[in-house]
């Protein structure tokens, strides 16, 4: 009996790491509830996503898995077993506190009917996750995701959701890029240096920011978006959109040194709402849109001279 227990507990535990669960297997023990999937809004390269927990909850956290629609149906619409990774997957099975609209962090194991939403395409930086966390999903692209809710203890993973698709948005004209290229594409910054609050940085102060994990650091977090969002705006994107939150954010820093340059803190609850809303301006749901591979410079000295200030 022992030996046998010991088989069923490690069929399990791989289970736990993937998008299915064979029908062999899924009533050797209770398994919990999959968690709902409903799609909130698709910008360039990421997907937000409200996942609702059933009955079981998701005492220790819950996958998300995605692939693009098109390997989804050459596939033949089935999440196959175990896995075949398409694009990626994430674990979410602690704290968050970088998407967190407004709290100070997220608790990604849901109590039953609980509710909160996530970025898919929108985890550097994020905590208590692991899986493919660096990646932005792709412009003007169609996914698939699913996902499975994970055990604990005696109860088995849930078997996967029900499959939801989005699609990404293309690039708009004046445009604007994602935290990710302006960190791996330094050569086509507008500009030598940034203000962020009342501190001016060089490019390679802000460089090393880029860099910092944010670690629970609401103003690490936020710095990353105001930096993408002052190089969108001084590469020519129309900062109409987005020009209070960036006034905002700039008072709310202050005077307050950035990490590692300096060691200043800000609490994500007081951040994560600015830090939202320049997210989605480099990400292209607010504002003029996202560009495409290459860079549009329209810089004008005004937008140059605003920003220095």
Request: aromatic letters at 6%; a negative charge.
């Given at each position: 009996?022992?030996?046998r227990?010991?088989?069923?507990?490690?069929?399990l535990?791989?289970?736990?790491?993937?998008?299915?669960?064979?029908?062999?297997?899924?009533?050797?023990v209770?398994?919990?509830?999959?968690?709902?999937?409903?799609?909130?809004?698709?910008?360039?390269?990421?997907?937000?996503i409200?996942?609702?927990?059933?009955?079981?909850?998701?005492?220790?956290?819950?996958?998300?898995?995605?692939?693009?629609?098109?390997q989804?149906?050459?596939?033949?619409?089935?999440?196959?077993?175990?896995?075949?990774?398409?694009?990626g997957?994430?674990?979410?099975?602690?704290?968050?506190?970088?998407?967190t609209?407004?709290?100070?962090?997220?608790?990604?194991?849901?109590?039953?009917?609980?509710?909160?939403?996530?970025?898919?395409?929108?985890?550097?930086?994020?905590t208590?996750?692991?899986?493919?966390?660096?990646?932005?999903?792709?412009?003007?692209?169609?996914y698939?995701?699913?996902?499975?809710?994970?055990g604990?203890?005696?109860?088995?993973?849930?078997?996967?959701?029900?499959?939801?698709?989005?699609?990404?948005s293309?690039?708009?004209?004046?445009?604007?890029?994602?935290?990710?290229?302006?960190?791996?594409?330094?050569?086509?910054w507008?500009?030598?240096?940034?203000?962020?609050?009342?501190?001016?940085?060089?490019?390679?102060?802000?460089?090393?920011?880029f860099?910092?994990?944010?670690?629970?650091?609401?103003?690490?977090?936020?710095?990353?978006?105001?930096?993408?969002?002052?190089?969108?705006?001084?590469?020519?994107?129309?900062?109409?959109?987005?020009?209070?939150?960036?006034?905002?954010?700039?008072?709310?820093?202050?005077?307050?040194?950035?990490?590692?340059?300096?060691?200043?803190?800000?609490?994500?609850?007081r951040?994560?709402?600015?830090?939202?809303?320049?997210?989605?301006?480099?990400?292209?749901?607010?504002?003029p849109?996202h560009c495409?591979?290459?860079?549009?410079?329209?810089?004008?000295?005004?937008?140059?001279?605003?920003?220095a200030?």
């Open positions: 009996m022992r030996v227990l010991t088989a069923v507990m490690s069929v535990a791989l289970l736990a790491a993937t998008c299915a669960v064979p029908a062999a297997h899924a009533q050797l209770e398994t919990m509830d999959p968690v709902r999937l409903d799609v909130v809004s698709g910008g360039h390269g990421k997907v937000r409200t996942v609702t927990a059933g009955q079981t909850g998701a005492p220790a956290g819950f996958q998300v898995c995605w692939m693009t629609a098109t989804f149906t050459e596939l033949g619409q089935r999440w196959t077993w175990p896995w075949v990774p398409g694009e997957w994430v674990d979410y099975t602690g704290i968050g506190t970088l998407n609209w407004g709290s100070v962090n997220v608790d990604f194991r849901l109590d039953p009917g609980e509710s909160l939403d996530i970025e898919v395409g929108d985890t550097r930086g994020e208590g996750v692991i899986g493919t966390i660096a990646a932005e999903l792709k412009e003007n692209t169609s698939a995701f699913v996902a499975v809710t994970h604990t203890g005696m109860s088995g993973p849930s078997v996967p959701s029900s499959t939801v698709y989005a699609t990404t293309l690039q708009g004209e004046s445009c604007t890029y994602t935290i990710g290229y302006w960190k791996t594409h330094t050569d086509a507008p500009v030598s240096s940034l203000q962020l609050g009342s501190v001016s940085y060089t490019a390679a102060q802000l460089q090393a920011i860099n910092q994990s944010v670690s629970g650091n609401g103003l690490v977090s936020l710095s990353h978006q105001l930096i993408a969002a002052k190089l969108n705006i001084a590469n020519g994107a129309s900062p109409t959109d987005i020009a209070s939150a960036i006034s905002a954010a700039d008072a709310l820093i202050g005077g307050l040194v950035v990490p590692p340059v300096g060691s200043g803190y800000l609490a994500p609850s951040t994560s709402s600015l830090t939202q809303s320049l997210d989605d301006f480099n990400n292209g749901e607010l504002g849109g495409g591979s290459t860079p549009v410079r329209a810089t004008t000295w005004g937008s140059l001279k605003s920003l200030r």
